[in-house]
């Protein structure tokens, strides 16, 4: 069946380090990826996208490229502030229904 | 700009209680869902709705329904509250782009506990 695998966290990281959140995927056909935020005791935040393969999304400094030859999302972001610190999910469109199957999640600590 | 709304925020129930988690959009979107968090396990699909009067189980339906009377409101019902439903749940709504779903919108959730 279709699945995300992300890496473990918590990652930690010192303000302007260089991020990177390996992502990969299984699924049938040709899914739609994303990467989803979700700050502390808050909801789920879009940000980021791809549709097709060698699609780069990108917002707030973050991007990934879509790769089907690898199936991989990975997240990176060049510079991180404190402010980035909170939980990320990859995670995939599996069908037609809006349903989302998300990877566990990795949570990002960003330190002054 | 409300979006997607649910309510009630927090929620304590005792084992055996049930009750309602409420959720509604105002963006006109076909496509609704609940998923409950839980460390380490992302988040799962309980059910899904595809437009009004249609709904269908997700990954973890047990223990849960739902029903979908309108386009804006989708309520998830838990039966006989259980301790191993403590967790947080969010509701999100969603549309039909070129080729299928795309970009999902979230609520900002509930976290419910059961003692």
């Known amino acids: 069946g279709n699945s995300v695998t992300q890496m473990e966290g918590p990652v930690t990281l010192s303000e302007e380090a260089f991020l990177t959140i390996n992502c990969t995927y299984t699924?049938?056909?040709?899914?739609?990826l994303f990467w989803y935020v979700q700050y502390p005791g808050e909801g789920l935040q879009l940000l980021l996208k791809?549709?097709?393969?060698?699609d780069k999304g990108s917002n707030k400094g973050f991007e990934a490229t879509y790769r089907k030859e690898t199936t991989s999302f990975h997240l990176e972001k060049g510079s991180v502030q404190v402010s980035d610190s909170a939980v990320y999910f990859c995670?995939?469109?599996?069908?037609?229904?809006?349903?989302?199957?998300f990877g566990a999640g990795t949570q990002v600590v960003v330190t002054p | 700009n409300a979006g997607v709304t649910q309510t009630p925020k927090f929620q304590v129930l005792k084992t055996g209680q049930s009750m309602t988690l409420q959720c509604a959009q105002d963006?006109?979107?076909?496509?609704m869902s609940w998923y409950r968090q839980d460390p380490g396990m992302g988040l799962r699909l309980i059910h899904y709705?595809?437009?009004?009067?249609?709904?269908d189980q997700g990954e973890v339906p047990n223990g849960y329904n739902v029903s979908r009377s309108t386009t804006e409101d989708f309520p998830l019902r838990l039966l006989s509250a259980a301790p191993s439903q403590t967790s947080v749940y969010f509701c999100?709504?969603?549309?039909?782009?070129?080729?299928?779903?795309?970009?999902?919108?979230f609520g900002q959730g509930t976290r419910l506990t059961v003692v």
């Open positions: 999100a709504s969603s549309y039909s782009g070129g080729g299928g779903g795309t970009e999902a919108f």
């Open positions: 699924a049938t056909g040709y899914p739609s």
């Open positions: 791809a549709t097709k393969a060698d």
């Open positions: 995670a995939l469109f599996t069908d037609s229904w809006g349903k989302l199957q």
């Open positions: 963006m006109n979107h076909e496509y």
């Open positions: 709705s595809v437009g009004a009067g249609i709904t």
